[in-house]
């Protein structure tokens, strides 16, 4: 009867376990585990009757309840299966029936220490239990059912256990009653009650729609979402066959809405599920639209457009860009970077990388190996992790071409074809660091002269021949800065400054070579040569004023000059000078000193008016500042001075006949050089003819129109013309002929010359010449008597000489003359 009992618990525990199967797998492992374990240990000692082998499943059978208990909290609770932890646990229980069944050969409810044992260790793995129950996620109220069972199963447990009555059958029959109360009614009633709830939430609530149908298709329930889809109410719908024939993967568009229909058949009917796949359908026809577009783009932009890697190979580009560089197809397309600028185009690519798009200016090559000027806008962009640069090639050729013309009509001379003084400009600005260079400049010696007397056409002529030699000698930047003056800039001479002077030395003689001998028509052409070396940190104007200045000094020496700090001291101390002289014309420093003119009885019939600067009390004489006078054009106000204390002796004085003064060419040069001489005439109220206007041969290098107006209006007013120096130049002949002067003075080097007989025969002749011409001559620089006498005899009678008196100041001349 017992047997029986074991039995059909045996059975009702394998039902209730089958629902969860792993529960019942727990309990037959340990089992199985423990009869094997016996088996082995017992194989060889023992042979069990069968009864005795009921009452070893007895034991075991009552003992795997406890961690099946166990098992079953954790899975309630939600753990992960630990067979280990599992197995450690049924690990002492089993020692124990080992111990009661084998060694003592008695049944566990027949030991009373092992029961004691049993139920303590019962109490620990139902208390283990219960932490799992506490944490579970269920309502509470099942959970402290739960523990009521539980407490109340291992109260019946210890009671029999201690009490001896531990009778298997009952405690199975017990436990099985408790795990029914568990699942059915506890747990299953509050599983269900949530799972409804949530299917329930899940199905109104969800914006994607659900339709239930049975078999036939009649329509068991739906949402409202289906509602809407299908346009019908619940009531319209509900227990009615469903008309339309939906299939599973089909996409429809409802109001304005795109639904993607899955059919799930299960064995009673199926469900219709609509699912809301507008966005992704207007993503995708977005996506497509911006496809179409690109592609459109892509293939249709003017410009050329290529899609490249990282490392500047082309995987993709435009029919622009195939023909603007000459290829027919992408897949024949080569590296369109020239070589030289390789380096360039790796820099660009990672500037593109850097800062994710860039603008530039350079140049691509075409197939067959031309150049173009490009504009690149590039972009990197970023497809499935892999980075893209697209990059856009403006053809600007055109713009080139025309900013070229536009540069050439600012920075070029148009006639000579060489490049202006803004080109210059703009390459000092832009010179490299560390190195020397040097500016020279170069002027063609008397160009005004050749232009007025041979016509602008001719000087163009020149300025061209000469612009070509230079083309020609040199490889630097010629330009034409001024009417006559060609600018070369020599860039990058030589870091090291010996080195830098040494090649422009050479640089310099070469072109002077170059420019030997040029001959235009009959014309040879001379020139002044201008040189400055320099680094880039200098100012431009600066680097421009120093190498005027050689150049202005070349005219001065005629020869090359290398601007140097002394010249630049020279020139500042003419500079003060200058502001010296200017200061001495201001306060009336220059006075002329007078030297009478006398007959051979030393009767004073007239003077010469000899300039002195007399400066704090001190008398200049006329060689130390004439030049200078003369070079800063001073000579003219000085000059005048000069002439206003002429007239004023003469206005103060009756005895003298006239007096001379000496006339610079440049005053002659001077269109109102006799209209001013004549108005202070008029100021003092003069005679004309009391004035000789004395003129050196040196003028003639010189003489022009406005000469020669200047002389004819003082002739016609009445001035008396003087040619002075007589017989010291090379055609003092010559001039007699062309100017009509009314007396000549004889240089003093015939008079100191006298006793030579070559001398003394010349100045005969020069006397009778003046006679045939109607002139009147005086012989200068007579100191004696001796002299007097004969150039007395020659028939001469106006003299003049230290033999009458040295140049004297205006009072000590008067005083002499009365
Ligand atoms: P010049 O016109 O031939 O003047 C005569 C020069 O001979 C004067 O020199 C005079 O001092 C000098 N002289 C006169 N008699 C004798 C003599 O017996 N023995 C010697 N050894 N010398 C004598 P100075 O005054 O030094 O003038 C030099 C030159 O300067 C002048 O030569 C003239 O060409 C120029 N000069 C003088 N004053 C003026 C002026 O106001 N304007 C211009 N443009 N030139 C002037
Ligand atoms: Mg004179
Ligand atoms: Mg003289």
Excluded at 485 to 496: Q, T
Excluded at 733 to 750: G, H, S, T
Aim: glycine fraction near 4%.
């Amino acid at each position: 009867m017992e047997d029986f009992l074991i039995i059909l618990s045996l059975v009702s525990l394998i039902y209730l376990f089958e629902r969860k199967l792993y529960k019942i797998s727990s309990a037959l492992i340990h089992i199985f585990f423990s009869l094997l374990f016996l088996s082995i240990f017992e194989f060889f000692k023992i042979k069990y009757s069968l009864s005795e082998f009921f009452c070893i499943m007895q034991d075991l059978i009552g003992v795997s309840l406890i961690p099946a208990i166990f098992s079953f909290s954790e899975d309630f609770y939600g753990k992960k299966k630990n067979y280990k932890k599992r197995f450690l646990i049924s690990l002492p229980l089993f020692f124990l029936i080992v111990i009661n069944n084998i060694i003592f050969h008695k049944q566990l409810v027949n030991s009373k220490p092992s029961n004691f044992f049993l139920v303590f260790y019962a109490l620990i793995i139902i208390i283990l239990s219960f932490k799992n129950i506490f944490k579970a996620n269920v309502e509470k109220k099942v959970k402290i059912n739960i523990l009521i069972i539980f407490l109340s199963l291992f109260g019946y447990y210890a009671y029999s256990t201690i009490t001896n009555n531990f009778n298997i059958p009952i405690i199975l029959l017990l436990t099985l009653i408790s795990f029914i109360i568990i699942e059915f009614i506890l747990l299953r009633k509050s599983w269900i009650k949530v799972l409804e709830d949530a299917k329930e939430n899940l199905i109104l609530n969800i914006s994607d729609g659900i339709i239930l149908v049975d078999k036939n298709n009649y329509v068991l329930d739906l949402n409202k979402p289906a509602q809407k889809i299908i346009g019908k109410e619940f009531n319209q719908i509900i227990n009615r066959k469903l008309e339309d024939n939906f299939k599973n993967g089909q996409i429809i568009e409802k109001n304005g809405k795109y639904y993607s229909i899955e059919v799930i058949d299960f064995e009673k009917g199926s469900i219709y599920y609509f699912r809301d796949v507008t966005k992704e359908m207007k993503y995708s026809k977005r996506q497509e639209i911006a496809n179409i577009l690109f592609h459109n783009l892509f293939n249709n932009i003017p410009d050329p457009l290529a899609l490249v890697t990282p490392s500047g190979k082309i995987v993709d580009c435009n029919s622009a860009f195939t023909k603007t560089f000459g290829y027919k197809k992408l897949e024949n397309i080569e590296n369109i970077v020239p070589d030289y600028l390789k380096e360039e185009s790796k820099i660009l690519i990672l500037q593109i990388l850097k800062k994710g798009h860039v603008s530039y200016e350079t140049v691509r090559k075409s197939k067959s190996g031309k150049n173009i000027f490009v504009r690149i806008y590039a972009s990197k962009f970023e497809i499935e992790n892999q980075t893209f640069i697209y990059i856009i090639y403006s053809d600007i050729s055109k713009e080139k071409k025309l900013s070229q013309q536009i540069s050439n009509l600012i920075e070029k001379d148009p006639l000579t074809k060489t490049f202006n003084k803004v080109y210059i400009i703009k390459r000092l600005k832009n010179l490299k660091p560390l190195f020397y260079h040097s500016l020279i400049f170069i002027d063609i010696k008397d160009f005004q002269r050749i232009n007025s007397l041979k016509g602008n056409v001719f000087g163009d002529k020149v300025l061209k021949i000469v612009a070509n030699k230079l083309k020609e000698c040199t490889n630097y930047i010629i330009s034409r800065a001024h009417a006559d003056e060609f600018w070369i800039l020599a860039e990058e001479l030589d870091i090291d400054v010996k080195k830098a002077y040494s090649k422009n030395k050479e640089l310099i003689l070469h072109i002077d070579n170059c420019l030997k001998n040029i001959k235009v028509d009959d014309t040879s052409l001379k020139f002044h040569i201008g040189t400055y070396i320099f680094k880039n940190d200098e100012n431009i104007d600066e680097v421009i004023r120093k190498t005027s200045l050689s150049l202005s000094r070349s005219k001065d020496e005629d020869k090359i000059i290398t601007y140097s700090k002394e010249i630049e001291d020279e020139i500042r101390k003419e500079l003060e000078k200058e502001i010296q002289i200017k200061k001495a014309i201001e306060k009336g420093e220059f006075i002329p000193f007078f030297q009478p003119i006398a007959t051979h009885n030393m009767e004073i019939v007239g003077a010469e008016a000899l300039i002195r600067w007399v400066k704090d009390g001190k008398v200049i004489p006329p060689f130390e500042f004439l030049d200078f006078l003369e070079k800063t054009g001073l000579i003219e106000q000085a000059s005048k001075q000069i002439f206003e204390n002429v007239c004023k002796l003469l206005s103060k004085t009756k005895k003298l006949k006239f007096v001379d003064v000496n006339i610079s060419p440049i005053q002659l040069k001077n269109t109102n050089f006799s209209k001013d001489y004549l108005k202070i005439l008029e100021k003092y109220n003069i005679q004309s003819s009391q004035i000789t206007i004395e003129i050196t041969e040196n003028l003639f290098i010189d003489y022009n129109d406005i000469v020669r107006e200047n002389l004819n209006l003082l002739k016609s007013e009445g001035f008396k013309l003087c040619l002075d120096d007589f017989g010291t130049g090379y055609s003092s002949l010559n001039y007699l002929r062309n100017i009509p002067f009314d007396i000549i003075k004889i240089d003093r080097e015939f008079i100191s010359n006298i006793d030579d007989e070559k001398n003394l025969n010349l100045l005969k002749a020069i006397y009778s010449i003046a006679e045939s011409f109607k002139m009147g001559a005086i012989p200068e620089g007579v100191e004696n008597e001796k002299q007097l006498e004969i150039l007395t005899v020659i028939g001469f009678r106006l003299f003049q000489g230290y033999y009458f008196g040295k140049p004297m100041p205006e009072s000590e001349f008067l005083s002499i003359l009365s």
